[in-house]
């Protein structure tokens, strides 16, 4: 069984930080991308960042210099320190990673979500 587990989420007020982690744990074989999205009310699910293994990142433009996406291979991790947060950076963020286990083939997984709330 593999998974991943968020924590960090809460409420905070708009110009403040928090930071998101999220574990893999399990029978993991690999892990390759891993990122995290994001899901307001009414909305779409939508990419907020990605890390490859070897560390190339990607952003969405509205996170652009507000947001830092890094990882740690050695313990399975990926964080996400999110700072200058806004009201509209209210949402669930999900955790996704690209990952083969000893029991089956590599596929997506997905966390639990976390909410973080942007307070005005």
């Known amino acids: 069984q593999v998974q991943l587990v968020e924590s960090g989420g809460g409420l905070v007020q708009a110009g403040g930080s928090l930071r998101l982690s999220c574990a893999a744990s399990?029978?993991?074989?690999?892990?390759?991308?891993m990122g995290w999205y994001r899901q307001a009310p009414g909305k779409q699910r939508e990419l907020v960042a990605a890390?490859?293994?070897?560390?190339?990142?990607t952003y969405a433009d509205s996170v652009k210099g507000r947001f830092t996406i890094s990882r740690d291979n050695a313990k399975n991790t990926v964080y996400l320190q999110m700072n200058n947060l806004k009201p509209e950076d209210t949402a669930v963020y999900y955790c996704?990673?690209?990952?083969?286990?000893?029991?089956?083939?590599?596929?997506?997984?997905w966390g639990q979500g976390t909410q973080v709330t942007v307070s005005s």
């Open positions: 996704n990673a690209d990952m083969a286990s000893w029991l089956s083939s590599r596929r997506d997984y």
């Open positions: 890390i490859t293994r070897g560390g190339s990142i």
């Open positions: 399990g029978s993991i074989f690999s892990i390759n991308d």
